[in-house]
């Protein structure tokens, strides 16, 4: 099993819709798990951090899920600016380890 | 949000030449830097572990005497891609950490084409 993985996508939604992405992870050490939103061309942009509990942030839910080894990222009312490339992340005993991302399109 | 400067955004070389990469955290102290590589589609893949005052930590696969890393103080870091060659053009990344365990701020990346 790979240290993280991410449906690439690319997850093609009308605007307005609602949207969730999965990443599972196989390392049980892991202690900080983040979601990063990486542009075309540019560097990754802390989105949120992933706390036990779950946390929100505006239209964005994050959570937590350790029994299963999983983070989620849910988007609501998406629009076409939340267009980008979301990559999980989660660091432990080791340095930040990403996804490869799933490619996120709002479409009008 | 923690600020980090990496300088160029964009280069081209020459096959043959050397390529230096500058990394700076402007408003923190970084013990601690990561250098990642992004090919196309592709993922953030780690090269190495900077720690200032000592030697980097290289991932597997990645040849350090190609790739030189030099830390020399709290807020900067520079990758040497040596030699270069049409297959090291990517995107690198650098990011710093302020304290362990946190979320790591990037910098802008420089995109390295190799002709």
């Known amino acids: 099993r790979k240290e993280v993985e991410q449906d690439p996508g690319p997850f093609n939604v009308p605007e307005g819709a609602t949207v969730a992405f999965n990443c599972t992870y196989s390392?049980?050490?892991?202690?900080?798990f983040f979601w990063y939103r990486q542009d075309c061309r540019k560097e990754p942009k802390l989105l949120m951090s992933?706390?036990?509990s779950g946390n929100e942030d505006g239209r964005f839910t994050a959570q937590l899920n350790r029994a299963s080894q999983y983070i989620s990222l849910l988007i609501r009312d998406s629009k076409l600016s939340d267009s980008a490339t979301y990559l999980c992340a989660l660091s432990g005993n080791t340095p930040l380890v990403f996804g490869k991302g799933t490619r996120l399109s709002v479409i009008a | 949000g923690a600020v980090v400067s990496q300088h160029p955004s964009r280069v081209i070389c020459k096959s043959g030449t050397s390529v230096k990469i500058e990394c700076r955290s402007l408003d923190f102290q970084a013990t601690t830097m990561f250098w990642y590589r992004q090919f196309p589609k592709q993922s953030l893949m780690l090269m190495a572990t900077?720690?200032?005052?000592?030697?980097?930590?290289?991932e597997q696969g990645v040849e350090k005497d190609k790739f030189l890393i030099n830390h020399a103080s709290l807020t900067l870091s520079t990758l040497t891609v040596t030699s270069a060659h049409p297959e090291d053009s990517s995107f690198y990344i650098c990011?710093?950490?302020?304290?362990?365990?946190?979320?790591?701020?990037f910098g802008q990346g420089t995109r390295l084409t190799v002709v």
């Open positions: 390392n049980s050490a892991s202690q900080s």
């Open positions: 990011s710093a950490l302020q304290y362990r365990g946190a979320e790591a701020f």
């Open positions: 992933v706390y036990s």
């Open positions: 900077s720690n200032e005052g000592s030697k980097a930590t290289y």
